[in-house]
């Protein structure tokens, strides 16, 4: 078992690369080499059962690919992309990175014959737009109101194409919002959403830009790490008419993440979430949809997080050396 | 006003051509020019107050619309395509034809500044697909099933996110099934649809491959030119959260075309239509949709067939001359 991962140098690139190494196996076959790019080259691993090949690559380079397809992985990754904001400040940057690339490497495949190769590909949330339903499901239609959603779109409509013309074994999983991300805020509007949690969990100050009662769709880490693996794992038969859908995440108002907060970390833990509204933020995040009917992946067996206080548990867990200084 | 015509040696390109001189106006200015482009050299037309520029052009080779943009069109038709089979039948051609010349279009006007030169589009009923809703309304995803489907859905998208972006002023309107096109039967699965009525009416017979209570989504060659008029002048404004939608149509059973044909021509003409099940004819026409939740289209002024006997009337009175062999 070959595996070959874009953006592995990113967050969920390398918790992913950490989740193969400790599995070993993938589809039931032993893992025996990774094929890791990115921008720069990702972080090394430690294994003495996995061959780990480590290159810094621009995927946008018209045949950057082509060494790392002729080894032929049968598993493909594909979470390089340039984030929302970078994707809607310069046109060019994000088609080339976020849809060029993709078809570039779907050709890849093509000429190469890899037919029976899974590409695993991360969507968004941010696919979606429009006048939408108070609750979306599967047959909702992707009118994104920014380029990053637009180029995601664009990609899992080829892929879908490849995969239902037998040239590829495509699956994308849109994902929601991810909290809690480790690190520090940015510039995300999505930020906050860890923030507010991680921030006080580690005796320090954040800012709430929005109101509380704002509802989000999010799932943690270790879930999209999870899906990622399924997504590999899940029959291609399974996948038709349609190889991309939302992940099941769950639907959170801020308020209930505060109260989740006070719950694990006191009163003393949430005074420390000032509440300053930011329309800029509030205007964007708003138009996420928060609410949706995820049938599909869970028939393909996806699992979500069960509670939000399963996800601050397990951020607390993950957390607790760092935390005590260890 | 100076109107550019992709596809313009085609069914519809002819057409409108034919209309807009007819009026000799668009979006309250008259016509000026005519630039008309076509893999061949689309057919001369007469007009004392319109120039006429027609040229043979691959729209598929880089840089070839550069000469036609520098002349700064105001209105964009886009119109050339690869049909369903041969962009089934050849990936990389449909892509080419279909995609990639859309993406150089817009990239096209992007670099020359045109943007407040409205881009009209056709799109096509084949771009749903999967597990469809009984009905289906302007929030139902594009699941395409077939290639042509698939690239139509990605030229939507990046149309819509040029035009939210200022960058060009893009509609793109999805046909339904047109009946009855003129001249000889052909491969298209859907051809049945108008030699059913256009073989017996011209005493001429008839083959029927489907079952009669096939219910299909049509509109009148008529009504889509008057649509793609109105796409022009709809305001750019109106079109937004998203710039592509389904035309009004109507839904009618093949039954009731094979009734209307009684009405119109007699039993002697129904007589003509032979029923032969052809299942391969069937499986892709039963899985085109056939009723649509058309709000959209309507609030936006575009107007459908009223009935399927209007249709038939006005095919009679177009082809009237050519009947009596005057």
Redesign the interface.
Known sequence: MHILITGAAGFLGQRLVARLLERGELQGHAIQRLTLIDQIEPPSSDSDTVEIYRHAVDIAEPGALGDVLDARPHVIYHLAAVVSSAAEAD?DLGMEVNFDATCELLEGCRTRGLTTTRLVMASSVAAY?????AVLD????????N?YG?QK??CE??I??YS??GLIDGCVLRLPTIIVRPGRPNAAASSFASSILREPLNGEDAICPVATDLAMFVMSPARVIEALVHGAEVPGEALA??RAFMLPGITVTVAEMLEALRQVAGEQALARVRHERDPRIEAIVASWPARFDIRRARELGFAGDRSLDEIVAAFLAENAPARTGA
């Open positions: 046109l737009g429009g006048d939408l339903p599967d047959m909702t239609a992707l009118q994104p109101q380029s637009t779109a664009m409509l080829l879908n194409d239902r013309r008419p349609f």
